[in-house]
């Protein structure tokens, strides 16, 4: 029955071409025996999801959406490093309901022990530390750095790749973190080339979240 | 100059009794050469904040509050005890925010070792342990137990004030805590029969908050 | 070319039971298109796991399993609660290596703020709960009990539920926990039993590490 | 009844320059509808509280005040960064007390998340480190520097001010600290210049903690 | 040299009775080749140590003994559980200085997981509780019980054994400790019989103490 | 009774030299009225233990030693940083069983606040922090460093003091530790040099663990 219903992937920002990334970044989880993965836009959503206010807003936005789609889906993936809604939707009786920074962060916990987080911008970071202590695996995240690029200039992927390269190594170096995670939802093309440059591995957050809910629909539980 | 302003006490819920309540709790904090108090209803927030999602929602017209007047105001003290948009608030520059959970409970660590809280309902305390963790205080809190009554049950005070002693004595005597945190913005009138009955010194969150607000009010930080 | 090679899954003790047990628990995770997967009993094991001294023997067998295994395998889950061998295998160079109690407590973290885990001996416990200190994951897991059976006893599987459901009531009831994990390889059979009874979610953790491998080995990393 | 009362603001070394600093740096908090706030030499303490003997010498004395001006004391602060004698006179029943440190620290909570703490000797640090630590708010402090200056060069005003710079900077930039603790009782006159020149918030404790007596001595809890 | 010198063992409080009893608690650990020990009463300490007050008196006397004895002293052992003047003679150069709360716990960290305290009194326990934090060791310890007996009920011995057996099998039971510690410097007679009764290994702080300053003597370091 | 037995400090690697420089760093600790001292090597045993293979073939090995040795055992030492089979000899009823890294460690918490440990390869260091997490001291653990020379090159010993004592300094300095940890069995010649060339208190962790065996095997508890 589980294989009728849709697993949606809710990009809770305004920006198609991050949805279209996210989308191809899943391809390797697809599968004719596993419920289907479909990307989903939020159209009311901010631009980009970097204040505090902008994950409020989309937390709201992406609770309706499930609450909308709740009878066809399979499960829900809050596919935003700030997993807005996501404790929401878990309140909803019956809904599988992944977030990607926290899937992001416990699979790296199976890859190293001392985890470097690499984030956007600075503004983020206090909130994510935040989440690591709610989650209570402060210990092992052992330090976020941000690239400090602004939305605009991710565009530019070559100086975006560079800046993550550059603060991975940070991290390898001065914080002596032994696994690396991805903190943001869209920057799957990089992953490859950031691993083989920084020598730890890197986890893409929402490949991460969707093998998890994936592994869980299969087993329907 | 601070003193022409408004120390705004938002209850984001829509309950106007909630709120005058609240506005009689904070009675003895006035004073004449302090910064006024106003208490406000935010009309279009649920009747009662319960679920995440009240939660996210609150947030939401609790920032969108907070700009619209943040000519006239001093800062601004959100008034529940999840307290939604308190980080939201805070990344407006030079915008004093406090929130009454936050609040209630380092009040209550200069009062106590062991902190035992009184929730309302039982779907709050994960998301009130998660706040606690965030906080990195998770060791000073033992406990955290709700009355177990809906907001309509609320209305019966002999029966809300015998279910909080009731919370407070197994706080006490399972849990062994020394300092008990009023876990909801609207239980004023019960702080001195609770600790009365108890026999241990009692938080009541709003108060906490507004004393500490206008102390930085009246040092100008 | 992944699809080429085996994942392995290793009961390290000796018990061929067991061992079927776990290959019918994990055929909801298999399909065409992802790797095979292939549970190996280890004959030199232990009968069961129960000691430091059975965990620390069969540690060397299992990691010899996997040097044995390297070129055919696409990865190794070691599908014993106490995961021997684990950061053993991890040292070869580009192994996949997953263990089940490790992603065991890691999945139910997405299902639950307080994990109470169900172990089969007491003896045990103290092993467990180092590991979750290890792990850095410590004030997630708020109980661990026993239920009391030796291996002989287990074998009256009518009991052997009855058991679990106590156990994971006194710890819904005494620790308050909202989330189960089954601390043991070989009970998957009782998992849906479980968690109607208790009316908590059930992790059965050898699923929960079968899923996590197969997610990696999709993605490739 | 409070009102005729007097909030004690004890500083436990025999400066009276430094207390006179202290007075007027309460000047703000000061109220005709408040209790008065009397700041006192303790003439037997210590020249300046430097080693843990020194803390253990004024404690007893803190104490010996407090026991004879109970009848007339609203309360006690102690204003020493070590907090001397708080948890003594916290045993006597009906006392109000709060301590510079506590408070500092816990005002400093809701400024920002990583705590910079600026010490005068290096010699305090790992008493003030096993204070974070007992109050279970470790994970907060993310540092605690000196800045290596002898009570005698303290009176090098301007000195003083640019190693508290030097020192501010050091926490923001190395240890990533968003909120500053001054941590001695004496430096309200270098608070402003201090957060102007690090531009983060800057926590002056003895106005924090009178700041939290008056509070409650004003709502009689 | 150090042959020639002495380990002082320091009872705070003036209860000669109770130097006696800790001075024959400590003849298995005498021995020709290793410096002589010698139990010192303080005339001027308070006649039973309960108070926070009692601890910051007995620290400043300790303190002063272990600077007149400096010259002959090979190093000092506190024994009272409150470790009073522990960290000020630490500040002594080149003096050896052990506490026995701090070496009870360490050397039962090293016999069980669960630490279980037993303490005289419950006003003792929220400040064993800091000391416990305050040396980062809160997660080893599980519970700590008071046996509820005023300094006069100690002397009816074998009440206080029946208490104190009573106690540890309480915390045995619902803390689940395995291992306890006597929270208190003279109950050395009763350690054999109360772990023959509850069953789990009990430690002796002074005994602990005077291990560990002699073990550290004979190496010279 | 325990002085006709024997006290085992097993080095599980099979270098006869490292035995034999582990015998004589114990000389000071024996005594005509203690249980003898016998250092002995496991030929078996790996020639370095470096890897977790390493570790866990050694657990198996030391705990077959201590099975075949235990009538005349008055205790067991595992000599080795990894603590192989500590915990497989504890649950040998009646067996005292001390590790090297277990006691080093809490004999440094009493010798300074912030502790750090100089290891032989950085491979070793994600093993030995999940040993202090799960030891429940992660917080008193400010830094582990390597020195970073193979088992080969430790036979320069001017080349590995002078290793060790900038890897000291660089704990100091960086990590701000207050005391050091020698992070492995072999190294007690450097001791003295190494605490006086870097300042710190220098433990040498199995003269650590035997003074401890000692007290206990005296006391005989």
């Given at each position: 029955?589980?294989?009728s219903?849709?697993?949606?992937?809710?990009?809770?920002?305004?920006?198609?071409d991050?949805?279209?990334?996210?989308?191809?970044?899943?391809?390797?989880?697809?599968?004719?025996?596993?419920?289907?993965?479909e990307?989903?836009?939020?159209?009311?959503?901010?631009?980009?999801?970097?204040?505090?206010?902008?994950?409020d807003?989309?937390?709201?936005?992406?609770?309706?959406?499930?609450?909308?789609?709740?009878?066809?889906a399979?499960?829900?993936?809050?596919?935003?490093?700030?997993?807005?809604?996501?404790?929401?939707?878990?309140?909803?009786?019956?809904?599988?309901?992944?977030?990607?920074?926290?899937?992001?962060?416990?699979t790296?916990?199976?890859?190293?022990?001392?985890?470097?987080?690499?984030?956007?911008?600075?503004?983020?970071?206090?909130?994510h530390?935040?989440?690591?202590?709610?989650?209570?695996?402060?210990?092992?995240?052992?330090?976020?750095?941000?690239?400090?690029?602004?939305?605009a200039?991710?565009?530019?992927?070559?100086a975006?790749l560079?800046?993550?390269?550059?603060?991975?190594?940070?991290?390898?170096?001065?914080?002596?973190?032994?696994?690396?995670?991805?903190?943001?939802?869209?920057?799957?093309?990089?992953r490859?080339?950031?691993?083989?440059a920084?020598?730890?591995?890197?986890?893409?957050p929402?490949?991460?979240?969707?093998?998890?809910?994936?592994?869980?629909?299969?087993?329907?539980?």
């Amino acid at each position: 029955m589980i294989m009728s219903k849709t697993l949606y992937v809710i990009n809770p920002n305004s920006n198609t071409d991050v949805t279209a990334g996210i989308d191809a970044a899943l391809d390797p989880l697809r599968s004719a025996d596993a419920p289907r993965i479909e990307c989903v836009t939020l159209a009311e959503g901010p631009r980009g999801i970097q204040t505090q206010d902008d994950v409020d807003r989309a937390a709201v936005l992406v609770r309706r959406f499930a609450e909308e789609h709740r009878q066809q889906a399979a499960g829900f993936v809050t596919a935003c490093f700030s997993d807005p809604g996501l404790h929401s939707i878990r309140e909803i009786p019956d809904v599988l309901s992944l977030g990607i920074s926290e899937c992001g962060v416990l699979t790296a916990m199976t890859m190293g022990l001392r985890l470097g987080v690499i984030a956007i911008l600075d503004i983020s970071i206090p909130r994510h530390l935040r989440t690591w202590a709610a989650m209570g695996v402060q210990d092992r995240v052992v330090g976020e750095l941000a690239i400090g690029r602004t939305v605009a200039e991710l565009a530019d992927s070559e100086a975006t790749l560079e800046a993550m390269i550059r603060t991975g190594k940070a991290l390898r170096d001065t914080h002596r973190a032994d696994v690396l995670v991805m903190g943001c939802a869209g920057m799957a093309p990089y992953r490859q080339r950031l691993q083989d440059a920084v020598g730890l591995p890197v986890v893409e957050p929402t490949q991460a979240a969707v093998s998890m809910a994936l592994g869980r629909l299969r087993l329907g539980w």
